[in-house]
Every structure is written in structure tokens, then in C-alpha cells.
């Protein structure tokens, strides 16, 4: 079986990392993540992994710098991550050794492409994504899921989920009690649905409400926070 590509992201904003983190390892990537570029700099001296995806804007050490010192020992490919889009800055990026610039707010659809295009320069590709994201078995509110069948049960109960319905319940489940926003569900969910609208969300949290109140009228573990987005009940 094909190694999958390793790669590393330095973010020190948790809710980008995380997202960046899902859609990559939904590509079939081996992702790490440091919040710190000197974290990230020891991890990298000891190991270098396949790509690094680096923010500009650390807490500790600015990524322009992280990027000179890493190009002192390793030519590991890097995309920057910035919230500037100031041409000097890209130049500036590109000099200094980056292979490629991205500007936040991106698409981590968007980002996992050009990930992807840098590994097929360099000889490596991302393995098959698996069919679910959560653990496989894992049980949480009444819900048992069957990753490799990729499949649900709730009180012990297959449901009939569509795909998209499917991956929606199952990225809930990954992490119950966590809210997700429409644009993060937009992205982790819908990532291969290239023409879908924020109502997409809505719509199929209702669905799938429904669909859970059919076997327990009583129960509704979903949860709308207002202005916020999803969660299930942890």
C-alpha cells in the first residue's frame, strides 16, 4: 500500500488549522500541525515531512523568517498562508524559497489542489480518501458508525442517508459538541460539489433531523446555535 504524502501545517489559528487539517487528510494526506514556528522548526530538523503549509503571521517568529532558516537545512516544498495580498509580499514569499502563495479567506478545496499539484511535482500522490471521517465503530449519542460500510445506525437502526446526508452526520460525530459554521460544513462536507449554496446546509440538517425523529420522536441530538452554525450533543 502507497505511503500517503506527509504533510505539515504551521497555523496558529486552531479553527483554519483544523479545517485545513480535514480536508487534507479527506484527500488521503498524513497531516501534522504546529501552532509555534519554533515548534515547527525543531520538528522539521528532526524529520522533514513531504510539504509544509506555513502561516506568515506567527505568534513567535514571523513565517517569512521560519521559511529562510527551514531553506538553510531542507528544500522541502512550502505554501505560505497570509492574510496580506500585497504584491511585495509575494515576492518577497517566492524569493525566499515558497512554491506557491495562498490568501486567506482561501478554499480548502482550493488549497488541497494546489497541494496536490506541488506533490505531483515531486514524484508523490495522495492516497484514496477513505469513505468516512470519524472513527470507525465510534458510538456517541445512540449512534453507531460503520465506516467502511459507510453507513449509520441510530438506536440501533441502519438510516438512509444519502451521501452528502452521510458525510454531514459523520463529521458531527467526529467531534461531538463542537460547533461547526455553514462555510466549514460548506467545505468539509460539500468539498466535491462545486456549484452549492449556504441553504445546501439548512436543508439537509433538516432532512436528516427528520430522518433521526422517525426512529425517536423524542430526541433531537443535532443542535442549532444561532448566528453560529451545528453540533451534536456531546
Not at 26 to 47: N, P, S, Y
Request: glycine share 6%; charged share 25%; with cysteine.
Amino acid at each position: 500500500m502507497t505511503k500517503p504524502p506527509n504533510i505539515l501545517v504551521i497555523e496558529d489559528e486552531s479553527a483554519i488549522a483544523d479545517t485545513i487539517l480535514y480536508a487534507l487528510s479527506t484527500d488521503g494526506m498524513a497531516v501534522e500541525h504546529c501552532a509555534l514556528g519554533g515548534a515547527a522548526l525543531e520538528r522539521l530538523r528532526a524529520q522533514a515531512p513531504d510539504l509544509v503549509i506555513l502561516d506568515v503571521g506567527l505568534p513567535d517568529i514571523n513565517g517569512f523568517e521560519v521559511c529562510r532558516t527551514l531553506r538553510t537545512f531542507s528544500d522541502v516544498p512550502v505554501i505560505f498562508l497570509t492574510a496580506r495580498n500585497e504584491e511585495i509580499d509575494r515576492i518577497v514569499g517566492l524569493e525566499i524559497g515558497a512554491d506557491d502563495y495562498v490568501v486567506k479567506p482561501f478554499s480548502p478545496r482550493e488549497l488541497a489542489a494546489r497541494v496536490r499539484v506541488i506533490l505531483r511535482r515531486t514524484g508523490l500522490r495522495a492516497a484514496q480518501p477513505p469513505a468516512a471521517q470519524a472513527p470507525a465503530g465510534a458510538p456517541a449519542q445512540g449512534f453507531t458508525l460503520d465506516a467502511d460500510g459507510a453507513r449509520l445506525a441510530w438506536r440501533g437502526q441502519w438510516l438512509d442517508l444519502t451521501r452528502y446526508e452521510y458525510r454531514l452526520l459523520a463529521l458531527l460525530l467526529r467531534q461531538p459538541g463542537r460547533i461547526y459554521s455553514r462555510a466549514q460544513l460548506m467545505e468539509l462536507v460539500w468539498h466535491d460539489a462545486i456549484d452549492t449554496i449556504d441553504r445546501t446546509v439548512d436543508t439537509h440538517i433538516k432532512t436528516v433531523r427528520a430522518k433521526l425523529r422517525a426512529l425517536d420522536p423524542d430526541c433531537d441530538p443535532i443542535r442549532t446555535h444561532r448566528g453560529m452554525g451545528y453540533s451534536l450533543e456531546p
